[in-house]
C-alpha cells in the first residue's frame, strides 16, 4: 500500500523527536511482525527514537505468543491515546519507520489500521 502523505521519511523521521519512545516502539514492532516486513530496517529506523531492547523484546513475543503479546504492545500504544498530538505522532511514526520508501506490505497495513483503531484515529487520515 502506498503511503501518499509520506514523500520524505527521512524528514518525516526527524518530525518524531517528540514521539513517545515507548508506545512508537510498541507500534514499530507490531508492524515489523507483520508479513511481509522488514524487521531489521524497522529497528535501525527506530534507532535514537525508541527501545531498541524493548523493541526486539517485543517482536520476540510477537513471534511466540502473537494473541497475548498482541494485546501487550496494544495497550502499550494506548497509553498516548488521550493525547490527540502523541497519538497521531505514534499512528505517522510507525508507519514512516516501517516504510523506507512510502509504501506498506498488506498486513503491515492491517497492522497500522489496528494501531490506528486503539488511538481513537481514523486510518483514512494516514492514507490506511
Avoid at 6 to 32: I, V, Y
Avoid at 76 to 103: F, I, N
Wanted: with cysteine.
Amino acid at each position: 500500500m502506498r503511503l501518499d502523505w509520506l514523500t520524505d521519511p527521512a524528514k518525516e523521521r526527524a518530525a518524531l523527536s517528540g514521539a513517545d519512545p515507548h508506545a512508537l516502539t510498541a507500534a514499530c514492532a507490531l508492524m515489523a511482525a507483520a508479513e511481509g516486513a522488514d524487521p531489521a530496517g524497522i529497528r535501525a529506523r527506530l534507532d535514537g527514537l525508541g527501545d531498541a531492547p524493548a523493541f526486539d523484546a517485543t517482536l520476540e513475543r510477537l513471534r511466540g505468543d502473537a494473541a497475548v503479546a498482541d494485546e501487550e504492545a496494544l495497550a502499550a500504544v494506548r497509553a498516548v491515546k488521550g493525547d490527540a498530538e502523541a497519538a497521531k505522532r505514534v499512528a505517522r511514526g510507525c508507519c514512516a519507520l516501517a516504510s523506507a520508501d512510502g509504501d506498506l506490505a498488506p498486513a503491515q497495513a492491517d497492522a497500522a489500521r489496528r494501531i490506528c483503531e486503539a488511538l481513537n484515529l481514523s486510518p483514512t487520515q494516514f492514507g490506511l
